[in-house]
C-alpha cells in the first residue's frame, strides 16, 4: 500500500510536498513568536538540543517561566507535531524517489524507507516527553 502511495508522489507532487515541509519548519522556527520567546528565555534551544535530557530537566526548565510562557511552549510543541509529520513524510518521498531513479524500489534496499517513520517516531516521543 505504502509502495503504491510513493510511486505515485513524483514530479510536482513531490517538489510540492517537500516546499510545503521544510516551509512549514521555517515558518514555526523563524515567523511565529513561541520558538523565539522560548529561545529568549534559555528554554528552547536547551531542552530541543539535550539529548537525553530527562522529565526532571524539562520540568526545570518549564517551572522558571511564566504562565505566558508555558502557554507559549505548549502551543510550540502541538505545532510541532504536524512538522515532524510533513517532514518525515517529505523525506520518504525523497528516499522513494532516490531508490526508483537507482532501480532498487523493489529490493531489500526498500527496507530503509522505515528509517524516517523511526525518526518521526522519535519526535513524537520526545515531544509527549
Given at each position: 500500500?505504502?509502495?503504491?502511495?510513493?510511486?505515485?508522489?513524483?514530479?510536482?507532487?513531490?517538489?510540492?510536498?517537500?516546499?510545503?515541509?521544510?516551509l512549514?519548519?521555517?515558518?514555526?522556527?523563524?515567523?511565529?513568536?513561541?520558538?523565539?520567546?522560548?529561545?529568549?528565555?534559555?528554554?528552547?534551544?536547551?531542552?530541543?538540543?539535550?539529548?537525553?535530557?530527562?522529565?526532571?530537566?524539562?520540568?526545570?526548565?518549564?517551572?522558571?517561566?511564566?504562565?505566558?510562557?508555558?502557554?507559549?511552549a505548549?502551543?510550540?510543541?502541538?505545532?510541532?507535531?504536524?512538522?515532524?509529520?510533513?517532514?518525515?513524510?517529505?523525506?520518504?518521498?525523497?528516499m522513494?524517489?532516490?531508490?526508483?531513479?537507482?532501480?532498487?524500489?523493489r529490493?531489500?534496499?526498500?527496507?530503509?524507507?522505515?528509517?524516517?517513520?523511526?525518526?518521526?517516531?522519535?519526535?513524537?516521543?520526545?515531544?509527549?516527553?
Amino acid at each position: 500500500m505504502i509502495g503504491n502511495l510513493l510511486e505515485r508522489v513524483r514530479g510536482l507532487r513531490l517538489l510540492a510536498l517537500v516546499a510545503v515541509a521544510y516551509l512549514y519548519g521555517f515558518v514555526l522556527l523563524n515567523v511565529l513568536p513561541q520558538w523565539n520567546r522560548l529561545v529568549a528565555a534559555r528554554g528552547g534551544v536547551e531542552i530541543q538540543s539535550q539529548f537525553g535530557a530527562t522529565g526532571r530537566d524539562v520540568q526545570l526548565a518549564l517551572e522558571a517561566y511564566d504562565a505566558g510562557l508555558r502557554r507559549a511552549a505548549l502551543v510550540f510543541y502541538v505545532l510541532d507535531i504536524p512538522n515532524f509529520l510533513l517532514l518525515a513524510l517529505a523525506t520518504l518521498a525523497l528516499m522513494a524517489f532516490g531508490l526508483r531513479s537507482l532501480g532498487l524500489f523493489r529490493t531489500p534496499w526498500t527496507g530503509v524507507l522505515v528509517l524516517p517513520a523511526l525518526g518521526a517516531a522519535a519526535d513524537l516521543l520526545e515531544n509527549a516527553g
